[in-house]
């Protein structure tokens, strides 16, 4: 059984490696329990969309210049391992950290939020019942959140964030974007052209890009 001990350790190992920012991971993807997971499932989706590829050994970094990682973080559980992944953020090279909880005292993102100060942090609620406690920091505290489950909108957020500094991330944000219009503009014009019956006929099976 792994020590909650040996990943503190690791993590602290790795902020002292004073890696180029070419090899340690863009985004940390964190998460209060693995039951989390099916939530979290849209940042992966959006980062694996973006280009990024997921780094899963700090000194074997992937090829591919945008990376991400992810670990299992219990504000409650594990409160240790919380500070340290905080804590060590920005020595270990993250530069924005999508941080999901459930519950209703959902205490990970903010309390991450504090601790990485200045690494942004984007909190999603896991479940509805999460938001007040994700979105509910005091003055001088920031954090940025999403509504309930948009883990997708999350991570194009911190996506967002490297894309200020990297033109690659930016120029990959505004090809999606353009593929939503595009997606929102054919269905328009099936809806109008085909009328509802031949649209259903035609998109019977769900294949439509606009989800609202
Ligand atoms: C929160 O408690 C987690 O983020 C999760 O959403 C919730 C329940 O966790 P499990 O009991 O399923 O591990 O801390």
Not at 25 to 44: K, Q
Not at 55 to 74: G, H, K, L
Not at 106 to 128: C, K, Y
Request: hydrophobic letters at 40%; aromatic letters at 6%; proline letters at 6%.
């Amino acid at each position: 059984m792994t020590d909650e001990r040996e990943l503190i350790d690791r993590l602290h190992d790795e902020a002292a490696q004073d890696r180029p920012a070419e090899e340690t991971p863009d985004v940390g993807i964190i998460m209060g329990s693995d039951s989390d997971l099916p939530v979290m499932a849209g940042a992966y989706e959006a980062l694996f969309e973006l280009g990024f590829a997921e780094q899963t050994d700090f000194e074997s970094p992937p090829a591919e210049r945008f990376t991400f990682e992810s670990y299992v973080v219990s504000a409650h559980r594990t409160p240790d391992l919380m500070y340290a992944y905080a804590d060590t953020a920005e020595a270990r090279g993250l530069d924005v950290i999508v941080a999901g909880a459930g519950g209703k005292s959902a205490d990970l993102p903010n309390m991450t939020a504090s601790i990485a100060f200045p690494v942004p942090v984007v909190g999603v609620p896991v479940q509805e019942k999460s938001v007040d406690s994700v979105i509910g920091m005091p003055t001088g505290a920031p954090i940025t959140a999403v509504d309930a489950g948009k883990s997708f909108n999350a991570a194009l957020s911190a996506a967002q964030t490297l894309a200020r500094e990297h033109d690659v991330v930016r120029d990959r944000l505004v090809d999606f974007h353009e593929g939503q219009k595009a997606g929102v503009a054919d269905v328009s014009r099936d809806l109008h052209d085909l009328g509802i019956d031949g649209f259903r006929e035609r998109h019977a099976d769900g294949d439509s890009d606009a989800n609202g």
